[in-house]
């Protein structure tokens, strides 16, 4: 966390000086799918002796809420944002078995995170009032609380993410500096914390951004 910490204020001091060819800020709303997979030991006990067994997991979710951006050159954007996630369902499998459960018997209680990013973009003018651009950058996820629950005998705690994704973004300027600003982008997740509970692996999921920006 303090190396990532330490990146991002790099890039602040540096975005700021020589490479400064114009400026942005403002705010809006994300939507966010997302997958993660694990496999986790759980214990049974069949009256006579107990044992463990391992069973695959993958649950799905959703999660939504607002963000803000600063932009302090054409081609670095930082973002902050709280996201609440909500857990759909759950499909847990084993020798040939599967169950698949909704997201209240999972244990994982709703609950909300503080997404902080850095990214990098390519502005491509396609007229007086549209531009594209590629963009790839990394969020980090982490989640507030500590709400645990239990399914089948193992703790479920929500857990942190690191993103690295990718996508396209979008402006379209209604004056010179007022703009809409869009952003889909794809990525995996990097599960930090939580592993030796839910045996964590990997996520994956899609961000819907937009929002209204100014040029300063």
Do not use: C
């Not at 695959?56 to 959703?62: E, L």
């Not at 193992?154 to 993410?161: I, K, L, M, T």
């Not at 889909?184 to 929002?211: M, N, Q, R």
Request: overall charge negative; hydrophobic content about 45%.
């Amino acid at each position: 966390m303090k190396k990532f910490i330490g990146v991002v204020l790099f890039l602040a001091i540096a975005s700021s000086g020589a490479f400064t060819m114009e400026r942005a800020f403002g705010f809006g709303f994300m939507f966010n799918t997302g997958n993660s997979k694990g496999v986790v030991e759980i214990p049974w006990y069949d009256g006579y002796n107990h044992y463990t067994e391992e069973w695959d997991w993958t649950m799905k979710r959703t999660g939504f809420g607002a963000f803000a951006f600063l932009g302090l050159s054409r081609f670095i954007e930082f973002n902050l944002g709280l996201l609440y996630k909500n857990p759909d369902s759950m499909s847990v499998s084993s020798g040939g078995y599967t169950e698949v459960i909704s997201g209240s018997q999972t244990g994982l209680e709703n609950t909300v995170a503080l997404q902080l990013g850095i990214y990098g973009k390519y502005p491509f003018p396609v007229s007086d009032s549209l531009v594209i651009f590629p963009t790839a950058g990394v969020d980090f996820e982490f989640t507030l609380g500590d709400e645990t629950g239990e399914y089948e005998g193992f703790s479920s705690g929500w857990w942190h993410d690191i993103w690295l994704r990718a996508g396209l973004g979008l402006d379209f300027f209604f004056s010179d500096t007022m703009f809409l600003r869009s952003h889909v982008i794809y990525g995996a997740a990097i599960p930090v914390g939580g592993e030796a509970d839910l045996g964590l692996k990997i996520g994956h999921g899609l961000l819907l951004k937009v929002g209204l920006g100014w040029m300063f």
